[in-house]
Structures are given as C-alpha cells and as structure tokens.
C-alpha cells in the first residue's frame, strides 16, 4: 500500500566510494523528484523528472546523476562521495508537472558519509 | 533570486492555543502555496494549499491566508493538539517547464500538554 517508497532507509559509507538510492511510486504519477534535507531542516529540490525526462536539474554536482528507467521508478546514484552529502534524501511525485499537483513524499533516506 | 522566508524557526504554544507561522515570497511569478508537515522520521505531508485566485482557505483547525500584494501567506493551527507538534514547512510554486518548489526552511511547533 506504500505509496512512494525508497531504499535504503539508512545508508552509512565511507568517503569516496559510490552509492545508489532506489525510488519507486505507485500512485501511476507522471512527475518524480529528489529532494535533500540538511541537518537544518532546509529541503531543497535536486532533480525533477517527468515520464523518465528530466525537467528540472538544480545547481547539484555532476557525482549526483539520476535515473528513470520508467516512469514509476527515479533512482539516485552518487559518485565519490563526500561529508557533505550526508543528508536525508527524499523522493516524491507528483501527478503531472503543473502548480496545484500535491507531491507526496516517501520515509526518507539518511545518509551518513564517514 | 527565488526565495522563501519563513517565521518563527521554532514555536511552542500550550494545548488548546493558537499556531501561526507566516511566510513571504520573493517571486512574484508564483501562484500555488501549500503547506506540508514533517513530523519525526516521515516524510513531508500535504496539510493544506492555497492557489493565488484565493485569498483564505480553511479545512478544520487549520487555514491559510495569502496576500499576494505584500507576497505574505500565513498557517493558523487553532486549538492546538500535542499531535500537531511537527515541523510545518510553506513553500511556494511556479510554472517553470516542469513546477519548481521553494520551500521555507520549516518551522519546529512544540505543543505542550
């Protein structure tokens, strides 16, 4: 019954190696997004994606490259990582990619780089 | 640039008060405003949303207000519960080939029994 759901829900690794962060909705929305929450709170938007298109691409590093490999599922892969990537990553969706779409938001996944 | 600036960081009222958290907008562009509570180890959650046509909106114990001159929107929680206490975030969206969202950097609400 989850509606948008992520794994792993926690993820601790060591600088420098590589990562994946796995999404998946069943809500048959077309538009997904990652977020990332800091130790403050503050959440900002990274990646948005509409049917495996990516539509928005924030000012985040190239190490962070998102997939879609259908429009159900926005995953996550984070090269070389480093300690301030550690954050809690949320994916959401939405149901098209106008203004008045609720977005609904998996648990989270804290990651934790050492 | 694009901007959300939300008030009070952290607010603690007692049981049965009254909530308000007031945020403002830096681009005139934007025409949908929801609303979203975070409470521990969950993700956000839609609680309320307001669209630039309307001026209030209430659902229950929560409204929300939107002045569009002065770009201000404000959540008022009224008879407060201690499963309101959350962090509430406002945010703010804009047509922008896909829809972008600001979020406001959240507000902490303690409701002590």
């Known amino acids: 019954d989850t509606a948008v759901s992520q794994t792993p829900k926690y993820l601790v690794t060591q600088m420098g190696n590589d990562k994946s962060i796995k999404c998946e909705q069943n809500?048959?929305?077309?538009?997904m997004y990652w977020y990332k929450q800091d130790s403050k709170k503050f959440l900002k938007i990274m990646f948005s994606?509409?049917?495996?298109?990516?539509?928005i691409n924030e000012t985040v590093p190239n190490r962070f490259s998102p997939k879609s490999p259908d429009k159900a599922h926005l995953n996550l892969h984070i090269n070389s990582l480093e300690l301030g990537d550690s954050a809690v990553y949320f994916c959401?969706?939405?149901?098209?990619?106008?203004?008045?779409?609720?977005?609904?938001f998996g648990p989270g996944t804290r990651l934790t780089v050492l | 640039g694009e901007n959300v600036e939300q008030h009070p960081s952290t607010l603690s009222v007692q049981e049965g008060d009254s909530a308000v958290i007031k945020c403002t907008y830096s681009?005139?562009?934007?025409?949908?405003f929801p609303w979203y509570k975070q409470e521990l180890g969950k993700g956000p959650q839609l609680i309320i949303d307001?669209?630039?046509?309307?001026g209030e909106k209430k659902d229950q114990r929560i409204a929300v207000t939107l002045n569009k001159t002065a770009k201000h929107f404000s959540l008022h929680i009224t008879e407060t519960q201690p499963e309101d206490s959350a962090v509430y975030f406002c945010?703010?969206?804009?047509?922008?080939?896909?829809?972008?969202?600001?979020f406001g950097a959240g507000t902490r609400l303690f409701v002590k029994a």
């Open positions: 959401a969706s939405s149901r098209e990619t106008l203004p008045g779409n609720e977005q609904f």
């Open positions: 809500l048959g929305h077309d538009t």
């Open positions: 994606y509409n049917n495996k298109e990516l539509i």
């Open positions: 681009d005139s562009a934007s025409n949908y």
């Open positions: 307001i669209r630039s046509n309307v």
């Open positions: 945010a703010a969206s804009k047509r922008t080939g896909g829809f972008k969202t600001i």
